[in-house]
């Protein structure tokens, strides 16, 4: 039984150890645990996209063509015969036999303020406590590769830092590392005019601080700035993967000359180095205005870019233990208002997998011809979290989180993995 | 054009709205004005016949006394008969066009014959008599363009349609046949074009909102206007604000519309109208109306009078129709009452206009049910007004 570190003081410095080191025990229940499940899950890594605002499936995943909401654009053959994804998406169509699309989403949530925490972070059964985001949860559960990369990257626009909420009851240690415009966040890296032994010299008139400051405090309340620190430590080793000035103009203009593209080219290497869970973020999606002049703009960005890293991943093998996850937290709905708009819609929406433990080239369940409702067996992000969980190895159904004594399970107790979505 | 032609109309009033069964981009009256037609959403170019009232007959004054009696004096007085109101304007629908796919978003009409062009998203380009009861398509290209044709116009001649779109291609057909003339491409989708009525040349903009001018002959970009308010980069968003290209003082103006955008996603933007000296380039002014909820100019029309008939889209559930002068900063008339304007009209003998809207409440995040369960679609009521001075 896995539990939490709130029941254990412990360094980041330590947790920030080789699987090695946590398999061979000494830290506390936790850790052998984890470890146990870190073996179990092998190297796993993950690769999610989420598309802020809501992607519309009528513009991409589910495409339904020249009928009442299908909207003016035409779909095309994929890869995988039989199957076809948006226009807009030409690039995304020769990954599909890669891809595993789940076309039969019902979720609950209608507004962005609870949407996006709920989806993302599986929208348990309420048990009175936040529940981690996917990334924290899989920090948490598989920790850091041997590579000692932080665990849960966030790729963004905008401002970058260390964002705690995100990791829930696990604890701020579990929160996320954002680049933001992917760029590490501000004063992470060594400043120039400092030299290495310097740094040192100041490193450890900082830890001495830093103890002083922890005796007095719960250990939650310092764990999360010394793990920042100790991220930067191992990231100012590991500047190359996020230089954006090395990265060859060649997959520069692959992944296309846009946020999205950059973006998932950091997330390319950040996979490659051995950071264990890759978020990358792009915002407005949420195209209640002009939806199809919008996506006319935005899906092509995301098809380039996605497909570029699909096929990356799969060249360097990296696709059979790496989950990869496109999604937003709705889709959008068909009836189309007066502003050329889609609303928001979590009846019957799509999302996208491939890689490891998920099924290539097959699409599960399906809407009706208008996609208005889900026509097959109906799934909720419950499920998918499931669904995730079992890809990487993590039997989310036998194991569940222990915070302050409590059990509490991976994922909504009374749902099941896909397992038509499942190798 | 009599003097009593040229008193600019105050106001605009209301008489009729009548439903339709899908949503309108696009409405047309035909320069005779006995049709109008509409591209709309559901892939089909509708038809209505315009049935104006005619004067009623006298209706028989049943107090009157018989001939026979009209010699003999009476002492009844009598009363005068009140004639019964003119029945009023009607829309009698006529079989669509159809066998297009996607939408059609853009309809044009030949100067002087009875033909209507129409294109739709998949890139089918069609030449229809539309006149009759049945009508008659003309000829058909499916392959006209890769996928969304945005805009077609006709030449002031009638000789020659042109088309854009979004593989960035603008295309010059002939109208008679059907057969293509000549063809630019272009570095980025085409959202707008306008033949200019009398140099031999046309404009369109691009999906920044910058604006070129091509010879017809030979086929050519020979100059560019940029007009970089219509454009906003919101985050990876392309958001496009230039949507209509219009002449006006016989070419000497060029008319571009459509607003200044100020977000994506939402797409929140500020009516605009720039009004461009043609032979320069130079911009005239610069009109913007309302706020960024007010949305785009999505269409206009032109009163010989000197004044522009714009349809504003608004946020969901906001919109109105407006009149512009020429020159003038604010409109001198503005109706907010219809939803979400989608397009306006005016009838060719300028008493009368079209105005196709939303239906109320057309947006929401909740899975709206008719009485019997349905999970209906949105529909473009078709307002009619009569101009009054």
């Keep these: 039984m896995l539990c939490t570190p709130f029941e254990h003081t412990i360094s980041r410095r330590h947790f920030l150890g080789t699987a090695g080191a946590l398999a061979a025990g000494g830290l506390g229940g936790i850790f052998s645990a984890r470890a146990a499940e870190a073996l179990k899950a092998g190297n796993k890594q993950v690769l999610f996209v989420w598309l802020d605002g809501g992607m519309s499936q009528l513009e991409s995943w589910d495409p339904k063509p020249n009928t009442l909401f299908g909207g003016p654009f035409r779909s095309i053959p994929t890869s995988v015969p039989g199957t076809h994804v948006s226009e807009l998406m030409p690039h995304c169509a020769k990954q599909m036999h890669r891809l595993c699309l789940v076309r039969s989403l019902c979720t609950k949530d209608r507004d962005h303020s609870s949407g996006v925490a709920r989806i993302q972070r599986g929208d348990p059964k309420n048990r009175g406590v936040p529940y981690p985001f996917f990334g924290s949860a899989i920090a948490y559960l598989l920790g850091p590769t041997s590579s000692n990369l932080p665990p849960y990257v966030v790729l963004k626009e905008g401002r970058g830092g260390f964002r705690a909420e995100d990791a829930g009851f696990l604890g701020p240690t579990f929160g996320s590392l954002a680049f933001g415009d992917g760029k590490p966040p501000e004063d992470l890296l060594r400043n120039a005019s400092l030299t290495e032994a310097e740094d040192q010299e100041r490193n450890a008139l900082r830890e001495v601080f830093n103890r002083r400051y922890a005796q007095a405090r719960r250990p939650s309340l310092t764990e999360a700035s010394t793990h920042a620190f100790d991220t930067a430590q191992e990231l100012m080793r590991r500047s190359d993967i996020f230089d954006t000035s090395r990265l060859p103009e060649k997959d520069k203009e692959r992944y296309g000359r846009s946020e999205i593209g950059l973006h998932m080219l950091i997330a390319r290497n950040m996979l490659e180095a051995g950071v264990r869970f890759v978020k990358v973020a792009s915002f407005g999606w949420d195209t209640h205005g002009d939806n199809f002049n919008a996506h006319a703009s935005l899906v092509p960005k995301f098809d380039r870019a996605f497909a570029a890293i699909l096929e990356d991943l799969a060249a360097s093998g990296l696709l059979q233990r790496t989950l990869v996850v496109a999604m937003s937290e709705f889709g959008r709905t068909p009836r189309i208002n007066g502003h050329a708009g889609r609303d928001h819609w979590p009846d019957a929406w799509s999302i996208a997998m491939a890689g490891c433990g998920v099924r290539a080239g097959c699409v599960v369940g399906a809407t009706d011809k208008l996609g208005v409702s889900v026509e097959s067996t109906a799934h909720d992000i419950g499920s998918v979290f499931h669904t995730w969980y079992h890809a990487l190895g993590i039997d989310s159904l036998s194991h569940e989180y222990k915070h302050k004594g409590q059990p509490l399970p991976l994922a909504h107790e009374e749902m099941t993995p896909i397992k038509e979505a499942l190798t | ?389």
């Design chain 2, 1 to 389: 054009m009599s003097s009593q032609d040229t008193v600019l109309p105050s106001k605009a009033v209301q008489l009729r709205s009548f439903d339709t069964a899908c949503q309108i981009f696009q409405a047309r009256f035909t320069p005779c004005g006995t049709t109008l037609l509409a591209a709309c959403m559901d892939a089909s170019v509708r038809r209505w016949t315009l049935l104006e009232p005619q004067p009623a007959e006298p209706a028989p004054d049943l107090l009157a006394p018989p001939e026979s009696a009209k010699s003999a004096p009476s002492t009844k007085p009598v009363r005068p008969a009140k004639p019964p109101p003119p029945p009023p304007y009607e829309l009698r629908e006529l079989e669509p066009l159809t066998g297009f796919r996607g939408w059609v978003q853009t309809v044009a009409l030949h100067p002087n014959k009875p033909a209507t062009f129409a294109a739709d998203t998949w890139g089918k380009l069609e030449s229809w008599n539309s006149l009759e009861q049945k009508a008659r398509r003309n000829w058909s290209n499916p392959e006209a363009h890769d996928g969304w044709i945005r805009q077609i116009a006709v030449s002031p001649d009638g000789s020659k349609v042109v088309s854009c779109g979004l593989d960035q291609w603008v295309r010059l057909w002939d109208a008679d046949s059907g057969r293509k003339i000549a063809e630019l491409q272009h570095s980025q989708p085409v959202y707008a074009l306008a033949f200019h009525p009398s140099a031999g040349e046309l404009v369109f903009s691009d999906v920044r909102g910058d604006i070129h001018v091509a010879t017809l002959a030979p086929f050519k970009t020979v100059r560019a206007i940029s007009s970089p308010d219509f454009f906003l980069l919101a985050r990876m968003q392309e958001v496009s604000g230039l949507r209509q290209l219009r002449f006006s003082d016989q070419g000497a103006t060029l008319l571009a519309a459509g607003a200044k955008p100020s977000t994506g996603g939402f797409v929140e933007a500020t009516p605009m109208l720039v009004r461009i000296e043609f032979s320069s380039g130079k911009v005239l002014d610069t009109v913007k109306i309302g706020t960024p909820k007010d949305g785009f100019m999505l269409d206009l029309d032109s009163d010989p009078r000197g004044f522009h008939a714009v349809a504003l889209s608004g946020q969901p559930g906001a919109g109105r129709l407006v009149f512009l002068k020429a020159g003038d900063k604010e409109p001198f008339f503005s109706d907010p009452s219809p939803a979400n304007c989608q397009s306006v009209t005016f009838h060719p003998r300028g008493n009368l206009l079209v105005v196709a809207a939303t239906n109320k409440n057309s947006s929401g995040n909740g899975k709206p049910l008719s009485k019997d369960g349905a999970y209906e679609a949105n529909t473009s009521p078709l307002l009619l007004y009569r101009l009054e001075v």
